[in-house]
C-alpha cells in the first residue's frame, strides 16, 4: 500500500492506458460484430463460416498474435486493439446471430403481418429481443480484453501490465501487486455492471 500511496499516479496513467485500449477494441469488434452477426443470423452457411473464422483467430496465443501483427503495424497500441478485437468477434458476433435466431418465430411473424419490412423488424423486434444476448456477449468479450491486455506490454503498449513486468524485471512485488490487483478490479467492476444491465434487459423482456 506504501508504494501505491507513493505512485498513485503511475498506476492512474498505467489504469487510464488500459482502459483506453480496452474500449476502443471492444467498439470496433462490436460494430464489426454486429454486422457480421445481422448478415449471419438468417444464413446457416454464413453463420458456420464465420464462427470458423473468428473461432480460428481466437486460438491464436496472445503472444504469437502480438509478434504476427509487428512487421504489419509495428509495437504500440495498434498492435494490440487489433488483437484485441480479433479475440472478441467469435464472442460477440456469436451472441448478435444466437440472439436474433432465438427470437419467437410467431412474433416474427406478427410483426411482417403488420406490414413490418425486414429494417423494421431488426430495429423495433429482433434487436431489442435478442439485446440481453448480445450484452452477456459483450460481457464475457470485455472481461477476457481487459485480462489480455496486459500482456499488451510486451510489444509497448502501456496499460496495467507494464507495472507487472516492469515489477518482474526489477523484482518489486509492491509494483507487480499495484498492477496485478488494479487489472483484476477493474475486470470485477466491468463484470458487475454489465451483468446488472443483463439482468435488468432480461427482466424487461419477461415483462
Not at 470496433?28 to 454486422?35: N, P, Y
Not at 446488472?196 to 419477461?206: C, G
Request: overall charge positive; glycine content about 8%.
Amino acid at each position: 500500500m506504501s508504494w501505491f500511496a507513493r505512485n498513485w499516479d503511475l498506476v492512474a496513467i498505467a489504469l487510464y492506458e488500459h482502459v483506453l485500449i480496452a474500449l476502443t477494441a471492444l467498439a470496433i469488434a462490436a460494430a464489426i460484430s454486429l454486422v457480421l452477426g445481422v448478415w449471419a443470423a438468417r444464413r446457416p452457411r454464413v453463420f458456420a463460416a464465420t464462427l470458423a473464422v473468428t473461432g480460428a483467430l481466437y486460438t491464436i496465443p496472445t503472444l504469437a498474435f502480438l509478434a504476427l501483427l509487428i512487421p504489419v503495424v509495428g509495437l504500440g497500441k495498434a498492435n494490440v486493439i487489433i488483437a484485441m478485437v480479433a479475440f472478441s468477434l467469435v464472442i460477440m458476433t456469436r451472441n448478435v446471430a444466437t440472439g436474433i435466431r432465438d427470437v419467437p418465430g410467431d412474433m416474427v411473424e406478427a410483426a411482417k403481418g403488420m406490414g413490418m419490412s425486414a429494417r423494421q423488424l431488426l430495429a423495433r423486434v429482433e434487436f431489442p429481443l435478442a439485446l440481453p444476448v448480445i450484452i452477456a456477449g459483450l460481457r464475457i468479450a470485455t472481461v477476457t480484453v481487459i485480462s489480455v491486455t496486459t500482456v499488451g506490454a510486451y510489444v509497448n503498449a502501456g496499460g496495467l501490465g507494464t507495472l507487472i513486468f516492469d515489477g518482474i524485471a526489477t523484482d518489486n512485488p509492491p509494483k507487480i501487486w499495484a498492477g496485478a490487483l488494479t487489472a483484476c478490479a477493474l475486470a470485477v467492476v466491468a463484470d458487475l455492471a454489465l451483468a446488472r444491465l443483463e439482468d435488468m434487459l432480461r427482466r424487461r423482456r419477461k415483462a
